[in-house]
């Protein structure tokens, strides 16, 4: 009996000194709003659920919950902490053109008359790589720059009104796309390790394989403006992982300046003429890194 005494002696004064050892190291906790409620720093450190330092420019904290949730967040300061992140974009993309055709159907050229109209019957894939940089403003808005090159190509037929409506000529016009994005990013609420957001924002753009025109053995006709300006819009989430942050996003990039160049060959000028003006606009499937 004694045996049992001291051991239920001993084990209630070992828990007694872990409890007291785990009450020196209390830190606030900022959820629920703020309030503050007092937690075990070890708890905190189990839970990855660091202290949140709400900045000057933030207007509400997160109010992250206190209790104990089935699927803890991860990286809880991240969106808190550094005002600036870098990261790279891999996008998988669909380039097209909206063309207008001249008005003018039927045109005079040498010994005859031609009338064309055109299109772009297929979509092309493009793929591209972009450097990220977020600039974090407060808990729902932040700026980015993403910065880098796509390829892909573009077919556009042109076909014979005349004839049936028979194919005349295709052309397939490749791109090296340099683009500068500048996107504004609202994010809402964090759920659990989840995040989603909406983005919009202008996109220079420079093409710079329309600086070389026209070539006959390839059967290109037309030149396109090497520069453009486009808007962009989309959605996306953001998902975090236990040591970077991951974004799924789905983008539409329309041009607002018109890509066909005044410049054409003599002897092939009907192919510029038979186009009034041409946009270019593109879906664009993004996964971020940062």
Avoid: W
């Avoid at 005859?112 to 974090?136: H, I, K, Q, W």
């Amino acid at each position: 009996m004694k045996n049992y005494s001291l051991f239920i002696a001993a084990a209630v004064g070992f828990c007694t000194a872990v409890d007291a050892q785990d009450k020196s190291s209390l830190v606030p906790n900022p959820g629920n709003n703020g309030t503050g409620k007092i937690v075990r720093a070890a708890d905190a450190a189990q839970l990855k659920r660091p202290l949140y330092t709400p900045s000057r420019f933030d207007d509400k904290p997160p109010g992250f919950p206190n209790k104990l949730i089935s699927k803890p967040f991860t990286q809880q300061q991240y969106d808190y902490t550094k005002r600036l992140h870098f990261g790279f974009v891999v996008s998988a993309s669909a380039l097209d053109f909206k063309i207008i055709s001249n008005k003018q159907t039927q045109h005079d050229f040498g010994d005859g008359e031609y009338n064309y109209f055109t299109d772009v019957t297929a979509l092309s894939p493009a793929m591209g790589v972009a450097a990220l940089m977020d600039y974090r403003i407060n808990h729902s808005f932040s700026l980015r720059l993403q910065l880098g090159p796509t390829f892909g190509s573009r077919t556009i037929t042109y076909y014979d009104a005349d004839k049936d409506n028979e194919i005349n000529e295709i052309m397939h016009m490749e791109s090296v796309l340099i683009e500068a994005a500048f996107l504004l990013k609202y994010k809402a609420l964090r759920h659990s390790d989840v995040r989603p957001y909406i983005i919009a924002g202008l996109t220079p753009t420079c093409d710079a394989a329309a600086f070389k025109s026209f070539n006959e053995k390839r059967h290109i006709y037309i030149a396109l403006n090497p520069f453009d300006l486009a808007l962009a819009s989309g959605f996306g989430v953001d998902i975090y992982a236990d040591y970077f942050k991951f974004s799924l996003e789905l983008k539409y990039v329309m041009g607002m300046t018109n890509n066909l160049s005044t410049k054409s060959l003599d002897e092939y000028v009907e192919y510029t003429n038979a186009i009034d003006k041409m946009y270019s606009q593109a879906f664009v499937l993004s996964i971020i890194f940062e």
